[in-house]
């Protein structure tokens, strides 16, 4: 029994949730799994994983030992397939976490373009805003909208992300429109509880921070949400311009304290250091790359305004 097929063995029972249905799908007997997998471990003379009677577990080092071996068997795969004459050919697997909105709105296409292409790769999406580890979770590539500060990924630029301070043309009919950080105290306001506070930086005209802190009104972790209830008029929420551009367009949306700005952050694609990237993952996140390399469409509504305004 070659090391190559204990290893394969070994993902497959990991993928799989147990030694049974491994075997199952191998189409071999229980025994003859088992067998591979202590084969392996006495060939590298480490447990791989914790046995029970009733589950089964990863050690720290089966862990380490499940990613690399992902690794490995995606790349025997493209050598394969390239040894066969298909070097436009890629396959395996490709594990990707997206923010939910974003992901929705701007990377399906992307994703669907890339699906269409490249036929033989798997993709398993995950379109949640909820912060992932990338290596426990076993993600190739993660979408991440932040300022990064985390030296242990490596991160490519995608694009700006733009936020605009926005409530409806009823709301500020019946409360007034905010013309200065100070009047926002006295407004409802909708935030994304995924925020880490309710402290929020406004740019002054003059380009100094000003940090005001302001009580929530109403708390969601789906921008989608805080944006129809910003457009039903039940308070003023800071919203990206991807998610709410269509509605400053058609005017549901009002842009207010526009002489005050709002920190820029930024897409990225994002992948760990310790991870050899494949030539799939590659090709997907140059795609990436490539399809925001125009200035963000979304922003166009910025402009929009601001010509409205000199108009005026």
């Not at 097929?5 to 071999?28: H, K, M, P, W, Y």
Request: glycine fraction near 4%; hydrophobic fraction near 40%; charged fraction near 25%.
């Amino acid at each position: 029994m070659g090391q190559l097929e204990e290893i394969n063995t070994f993902v497959r029972i990991i993928d799989a949730g147990t030694i049974s249905r491994a075997a199952d799908q191998l189409g071999i007997a229980k025994s003859a799994v088992s067998r591979r997998l202590v084969d392996l471990e006495t060939r590298l003379g480490v447990q791989l994983l914790n046995r029970t009677t009733r589950q089964s577990s990863l050690t720290d080092a089966g862990r380490e030992y499940y990613q690399r071996s992902v690794q490995i068997l995606a790349d025997v795969n493209e050598l394969n397939a390239a040894a066969s004459d298909s070097k436009t050919l890629l396959t395996g697997r490709i594990s990707i976490a997206a923010p939910l909105s974003f992901g929705l709105q701007h990377l399906t296409p992307i994703i669907n373009k890339f699906a269409l292409a490249h036929p033989g790769v798997e993709l398993r999406l995950d379109f949640s805003d909820r912060p992932v580890d990338l290596i426990e979770e076993r993600f190739d590539v993660a979408i991440r909208i932040a300022k990064l500060k985390d030296s242990s990924y490596i991160a490519r630029k995608l694009t700006p992300i733009s936020t605009v301070l926005c409530a409806s043309p009823d709301y500020l009919k019946r409360n007034g429109t905010p013309q200065i950080p100070e009047d926002l105290k006295n407004h409802e306001i909708l935030y994304y509880s995924n925020s880490p506070d309710h402290s929020v930086q406004i740019i002054d005209p003059d380009g100094k921070p000003v940090n005001i802190k302001l009580p929530a009104k109403i708390m969601a972790n789906n921008g989608d949400y805080l944006r129809d209830a910003t457009v039903a008029g039940l308070g003023i929420s800071f919203i990206p311009t991807f998610m709410a551009w269509e509605e400053i367009e058609n005017g549901s949306l009002v842009c207010v304290m526009r002489d005050y700005s709002f920190p820029t952050l930024t897409a990225y694609a994002i992948y760990p250091q310790t991870r050899h990237l494949s030539k799939r993952v590659r090709v997907f996140i140059d795609m990436l790359v490539d399809a925001f390399r125009e200035e963000p469409f979304w922003d166009k509504c910025l402009k929009d305004v601001r010509v409205d305004n000199e108009d005026k």
